[in-house]
């Protein structure tokens, strides 16, 4: 017995097309757990320098070190996952659209801050951990996944810290928000559907 009613070569293709959105998914949830980290790490040596004085140049040895090594083995995994990663995909899901306006959200933020100087750093930290918060809800609701409805109100607790505390520690909640309210989460929901697809 067939397991569709379609032509043999159209379930073939049908059969392909959904193992490669599986592929796809699985390596897009790991490389995200993976940038997660990678900007966790950054911003918490980031703020290690400031607090305790550590004569190294953040934005060169940290940040931008960091970020090209992360862009070429992202790159790699990629290719070697046979994945292309579109910025504008031809068909704008739910979720690259919420990601995009995540990125617009904290393009506004960062600018109000650096450039405008119309926020300080509590209410910019503040801001962004709201914003992750929210972005965290939607991937719960869209994956329907515990670990990032977790994730959400944890940011959304960070937030709340942010901003009572000293303007040099806003680094760290950005940076502990990062690891344990969106990296942590993020391998979670990778796990579980590696888990489901075996």
Request: glycine share 6%.
């Amino acid at each position: 017995m067939p397991v569709t009613s379609l032509p043999p070569a159209q379930d073939t293709e049908l059969s392909l097309s959904v193992e490669r959105a599986y592929r796809e998914s699985l390596v897009t949830d790991r490389l995200g757990a993976l940038w997660s980290l990678i900007m966790a790490k950054c911003f918490l040596a980031q703020w290690a320098i400031l607090r305790f004085a550590i004569p190294i140049s953040g934005p060169r040895y940290i940040w931008t070190l960091t970020l090209i090594m992360a862009i070429v083995a992202s790159a790699y995994y990629l290719h070697a996952h046979r994945v292309r990663l579109y910025l504008l995909p031809t068909h704008f899901r739910v979720n690259a659209a919420v990601l995009a306006g995540l990125v617009v959200a904290l393009g506004f933020v960062a600018y109000a801050y650096f450039a405008l100087g119309l926020l300080s750093a509590p209410m910019a930290a503040s801001l962004a951990a709201v914003l992750l918060g929210s972005w965290s809800l939607a991937r719960a609701a869209l994956r329907r996944a515990w670990a990032p409805l977790f994730g959400a109100f944890l940011w959304w607790g960070l937030a709340a810290t942010a901003l009572r505390s000293p303007a040099d520690q806003a680094l760290l909640w950005l940076g502990l928000g990062l690891l344990c309210a969106q990296a942590l989460p993020s391998f979670a929901v990778a796990a579980r559907a590696s888990r489901r697809r075996v």
